[in-house]
Structures are given as C-alpha cells and as structure tokens.
C-alpha cells in the first residue's frame, strides 16, 4: 500500500470525527454562524501553517508552498463579514499545536489540509445554495480553495508526498506521517469542540 493510501486508511476514523464537530453543513447555519467557524479555522490554520514553512521549505519548489496557504483565504472571507487587520490579531489561536518535529510529521499535517479542499467542493456547494447571492458571507474563498484547480493540486500533493516517502524509504518515516495526520486531526477537533470565549468584537 503507498503512503497516500495508507494514510486514508489510517485516518479514516479520525476524518469521521472531525467531520462530525464542523457546523458548516447545518441546516440551520446563520452568517454569523459561518463567520464563528471560519474564526475557527483561523485560530489553527495561522499558527499550524507557520509551522510547517520551515521543515516543507525543503520540497519546494515542487510543493508551490505560496500558493497552498489557506490563511489568506479566510482573511479574505473574514474582511468580507465585517473583520479587519485590528480584529482578526485579535482572534484566538489555537494551543497547544501538533509537535511536527520533522519533515514527515509536517507532510502528515500538511495531507489534512490539503485533504479538506476536497470536501471543500461539497462544501461550497451547500453553502452557496443555502445563503443564496445576497447574505453578505463574502465569496467562500477558504471552502473554494483552489476552484477547479482542486484535483490537480491535490495530485501534485500526493507526487511530492510519495516521492519523500520513497527517499526516505524507511517505515519509520512513514509511520511519524501517519502520526502527523492523525495528531492534525485531534488538534483541530479539540479547538473546534473547545469552550469558547465570548466572540471578538467588530
Ligand atoms: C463537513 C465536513 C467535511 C466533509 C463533508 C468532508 C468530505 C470529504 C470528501 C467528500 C472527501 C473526498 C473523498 C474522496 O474523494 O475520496 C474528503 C477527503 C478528505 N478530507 Fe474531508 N470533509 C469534511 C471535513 C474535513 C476536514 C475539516 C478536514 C481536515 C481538517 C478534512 C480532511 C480530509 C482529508 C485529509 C481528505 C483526503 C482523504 C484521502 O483521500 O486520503 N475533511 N472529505
């Protein structure tokens, strides 16, 4: 089994989980709802993403590092409802983080981010469905992620992914990816199923 299979394999309750604690499918999702959520995300993607730039610098150029980070695209969304520079320092951010020793434990972080853009597509359709053109949620940058590009920026993942495994051709490698994986995983469902404070002010 390769890397990226074993991986979906060996993360498959852990997906289930995580699944289970996002709101964004609700039926009854409010704008202020979805601005909570996307905070969320903001809270762990900013710190986890600062992260892993220095132990995945060393596959770039292959990775197109600057054009995966996700933080970005919530900020984007998040000016769209009503934050600024101000507002969003201000968010809460997500501790305490996955180690992500190394390069492997940062490849397994970064497969599940990279993995949500796929249910991002299913994502973005509900949600443009369920606010309709005039709810003022902004134009879902973060769920769209790469548009069309989905596919083929998660194949180019998986190349580059394969290919470090089999450089390092050790199973050892392989298994602190797993890890890495399903550490990313726990970490995102205990900031999302956390106690929250009351919501920063706009
Ligand atoms: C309502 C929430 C979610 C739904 C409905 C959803 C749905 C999906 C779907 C449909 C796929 C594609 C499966 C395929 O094409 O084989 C997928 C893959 C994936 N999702 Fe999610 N997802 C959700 C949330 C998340 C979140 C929050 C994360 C991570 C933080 C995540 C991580 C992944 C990963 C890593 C994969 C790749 C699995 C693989 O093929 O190896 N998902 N998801």
Known sequence: MDLLQRLKTETRSHHERTEGVLRLM???????????????????????????????????????????????????????MGHDAGSIARLPRAAPLPSLTGLAEALGCAYVLEGSTLGGQLILRHLRRHFGPDAGVG??????????????????FGAVLTQASQRAASDTFDAAVVQG??????????????????????
């Open 26 to 80: 609700d039926a009854h999702l409010t704008p202020a709802d979805y601005r909570r959520q996307l905070e969320d995300f903001h809270g762990l993607y900013l710190p986890l993403e600062a992260r892993l730039a220095g132990p995945l610098s060393s596959l770039e150029p292959a990775l197109e590092l600057a054009s995966r980070w996700k933080t970005p695209l919530l900020e984007e969304d998040l000016r769209a």
């Open 139 to 156: 134009t879902f940058a973060f769920v769209r992620a790469y548009g069309d590009r989905v596919g083929p920026m998660w194949r180019a």
């Open 181 to 202: 994986a399903r550490d990313t995983f726990d970490a995102f469902a205990a900031w999302m199923t956390r106690e929250h404070d009351a919501p920063v002010r706009l």
